[in-house]
């Protein structure tokens, strides 16, 4: 993850503003140093954590827990105020650095969300042309708005899940580049991925039925996860947290939701099935969808 920023540190700090209309000059300098970051990862920290630092969120980010393709997930020290010890914050990386294999098979159909969660148009449509300025920066326009929109649907799907019981880690915030939300794990150390849990005997059955259970919950709330396994499934003191959502689908708008689903249903089954029982997969994604999604919604505007 460090060489990634490392690769693009010839370009994170052009066109700097000065020292007295620099965004990160309130931040204390020692904000961002407690980890071995490379200059533009830190750069990147202080640019788009310290909001929350200036919000009286965070204290400091002490660790790196996840690294992915999309986005580093940080254990942050939480403000006194807030209550809480640690905090995780998920920082994207830039769109330019983000991998865009596929992306457009989550987005179609679902509507596009600006940085208060509000709707616009739908993902699926182009936006609407300008009849002025370059073509450039239209395109960054454009890429701006799509990277909000893939954050504030991460942001306002766990909002949801959370409020109606979903074991999902409780979002506390939001920035343009970063998700601020509850912890899992203990003391800095980020709770492990169920892929690498060993589990106790007769625990599998109880674990499935409760994620099937936040499967359904998503689903009656109109939404696939779309690429949800037992590497995105925390493991923490005996029961399952469910993370990674930026990429739901719309399963009544997008043709493709009821195959992710699927797809979904199936992953998860199999780890379980090598765990205890086989699980019919193809049984339990057909009993929910047809419960919670009418045959003639499934691609309705």
Request: with cysteine.
């Amino acid at each position: 993850m460090t060489e990634d920023y490392d690769r693009s540190s010839n370009r994170g700090r052009r066109g700097a503003k000065s020292e007295a209309e620099d965004p990160e000059a309130h931040l204390p300098p020692e904000f961002g140093t407690a980890v071995q970051f490379s200059n533009y990862e830190r750069n990147w920290i202080r640019t788009h954590l310290g909001t929350f630092h200036e919000k009286e969120l965070i204290l400091d980010v002490v660790r790196r827990i996840k690294p992915g393709k999309e986005a580093t997930v940080y254990a942050c020290t939480g403000h006194p105020g807030l209550e809480l010890p640690v905090v995780a914050a998920k920082l994207y990386r830039e769109q330019s650095l983000r991998g865009s294999k596929n992306t457009a098979q989550y987005q179609e159909g679902r509507e596009l969300l600006d940085e208060d969660g509000e709707s616009g148009r739908q993902g699926s449509r182009r936006p609407s042309k300008g009849k002025s300025g370059p073509r450039k920066a239209k395109g960054a326009v454009a890429a701006a708005a799509s990277q909000t929109s893939w954050i504030m649907h991460e942001f306002t799907v766990l909002r949801e899940l959370h409020a109606q019981g979903g074991d999902v880690p409780k979002p506390i915030e939001h920035a343009p580049q970063a998700l601020l939300m509850e912890f899992i794990g203990e003391g800095t150390e980020g709770a492990p991925a169920l892929n690498d849990v060993v589990l106790e005997p007769g625990e599998a059955k109880q674990l499935f039925e409760r994620v099937v259970f936040n499967i359904e919950l998503l689903l009656g709330l109109g939404w696939v996860h779309g690429d949800l396994s037992a590497y995105n499934i925390l493991y923490h003191q005996g029961r399952i947290v469910l993370i990674d959502f930026p990429q739901v689908v719309h399963c009544r708008n997008n043709p493709k939701a009821r195959a992710l689903f699927e797809r979904d249903v199936q992953r998860v089954a199999e780890y379980f099935s090598s765990k205890d029982s086989c699980i019919d997969h193809q049984k339990v994604a057909r009993q929910l969808w047809e419960k919670h999604i009418p045959r003639d919604a499934e691609t309705a505007d």
